[in-house]
């Protein structure tokens, strides 16, 4: 098969979730003997619309560079770009393609699948996250709180005027009065009108689109559920876990120290909404009580640098917290070994996070927020521990334990179920690939 793989970013520019998971996907179809290219975007802010297209690692990339601030109607421009389509168009057109596997979908948004299906091509979408629901990807307000879901354009429509500071900020002093400007400001003024208009396209837009291709392939069972309660049509949703690729040359063992010190790790980026402080207070906390823990954090530290800089002066008095910045993908193995427990304290409906996989496969329990689908993954007690949302005196309870309750620690390691491989991920990959070819050949 020719397989485009289409992304809004591709390593090594890009690296966070979605573009690993394209790339492992891409590399296993390729060294299968399915030829591959890949459409990504590479750079929002260059001065000229440009497609690059090289050989990166045996693959055939395509990289769009644009300038987004240029447009008149950014908000339209994050899922419906009529440059970036007429780039998707031509490579497309370059040479026959049997299908179009689209992940995740910022940016590149229904435009895809809209160009794909104008050229006969069937179309599966992985979403990795929430940019079909909601504009601002991960259902996270402008006030960091978490929302339930687009239950109306209305609603939707506020939560964006609320990026805008003279709304977020009576939103945080004064809710109550904060309410009563909103309703004012929807009702009478052009901005806030013309804003739930633009949501009430983007939601049908986005809707229609998706509702169009031939596979939704969902990483957990919680984001079809998601979909389902806001009006999708699920029906050719499928859930498939993802695989992990291993080392080649084997995973390190775990290393054992023996001065009872608990190890805590965290790795994903430094971000308010990934819940690092926290966190950073829980263990902070922790040492001034005399708790022998450690905590080694692994990230970006520049996407958010005012928030990376607060936690490290929170964190600057105790030297058992260490900031490790990033690190090489294939090294998760290295830094997951000298571990004893791995914490992901997000305050999103994670997916399915591949760093639970990962520290599962190195045989380590984890710390998570009892929320989308980490819950799915973590059975509190059996393979891991869960606190609730947003209490960090909670998440200092459960650390707590694996310091004081005897073998704890041993039977959650037992618990831990095995991981699927990236193998057997893909073989279902491909099946749903032949099963959607299948069916256009019978509908012909």
């Known amino acids: 098969m020719r397989i485009l793989i289409a992304v809004h970013g591709f390593p090594p520019t890009h690296s966070a979730g979605a573009e690993r ?12 003997g399915h030829e591959v290219e890949v459409f990504a975007v590479e750079n929002l802010i260059a001065p000229d619309l440009r497609l690059d297209t090289a050989q990166q690692d045996g693959l055939i990339v395509h990289r769009v560079f644009y300038n987004l601030k240029a447009e008149a109607d950014t908000f339209r421009s994050l899922y419906d770009y009529a440059p970036l389509g007429t780039a998707l168009r031509e490579v497309l057109t370059r040479r026959p393609f049997d299908l179009v596997h689209l992940i995740s979908g910022y940016l590149l948004g229904g435009q895809v699948i809209t160009i794909a299906k104008d050229l006969g091509l069937p179309v599966i979408v992985s979403p990795m996250e929430y940019f079909f ?10 006030t960091g709180d978490l929302c339930t879901g687009p239950d109306s354009d209305r609603k939707c429509a506020r939560c964006l005027m609320q990026e805008k500071r003279r709304y977020r900020l009576p939103t945080q002093i004064a809710p109550g009065v904060a309410n009563v400007v909103l309703d004012i400001a929807q009702t009478v003024s052009s901005f806030g009108e013309d804003l739930t ?19 939704v392939i969902c990483n957990s069972e919680f984001l079809i559920h998601k979909f389902a309660e806001f009006g999708f049509d699920t029906r050719r949703f499928i859930y498939i876990r993802q ?16 001065d009872g010190t608990l190890r805590l790790g965290y790795i994903g980026q430094i971000k308010y909404h990934k819940g690092v402080d926290l966190l950073v207070d829980a263990v902070t906390t922790l040492l001034r009580a005399g708790k022998s823990v450690s905590l080694d954090l692994w990230g970006n530290e520049t996407e958010e640098p005012k928030f990376t800089e607060t936690l490290k002066k929170r964190s600057a008095g105790f030297p058992t917290i260490r900031w490790n910045g990033r690190y090489v993908g294939s090294k998760v193995w290295d830094v997951l070994a000298g571990l004893d427990t791995l914490v992901i304290p997000s305050r999103w409906y994670e997916n399915s996070p591949n760093v639970i996989l990962e520290a599962f496969e190195m045989g380590l329990p984890v710390i998570v927020t009892h929320l989308g689908g980490m819950a799915e993954l973590v059975n509190a007690g059996e393979n891991g521990l869960v606190f609730r949302l947003n209490d960090m005196a909670d998440l200092m309870c459960q650390i707590t334990r694996l310091l004081d309750e005897p073998g704890l620690l041993e039977r959650l390691r037992a618990g831990i179920p095995r991981v699927k491989t990236i193998d057997e ?11 959607v070819l299948q069916e256009r050949v019978g509908q012909r």
């Open 133 to 142: 629901l909601c504009a601002r990807l991960n259902l996270i307000q402008p």
């Open 243 to 258: 695989g992990l690729v291993t080392s080649n040359g084997g995973k390190p063992s775990r290393q054992t120290l023996s």
């Open 197 to 215: 208009v633009a949501v009430q396209h983007r939601r049908q837009y986005l809707t229609e689109a998706l509702n169009a291709v031939d596979r």
């Open 21 to 32: 998971q394209a790339e492992r996907m891409a590399h296993w179809l390729a060294e299968h």
């Open 425 to 435: 991920e893909m073989q279902e990959i491909v099946a749903q690939y032949d099963q």
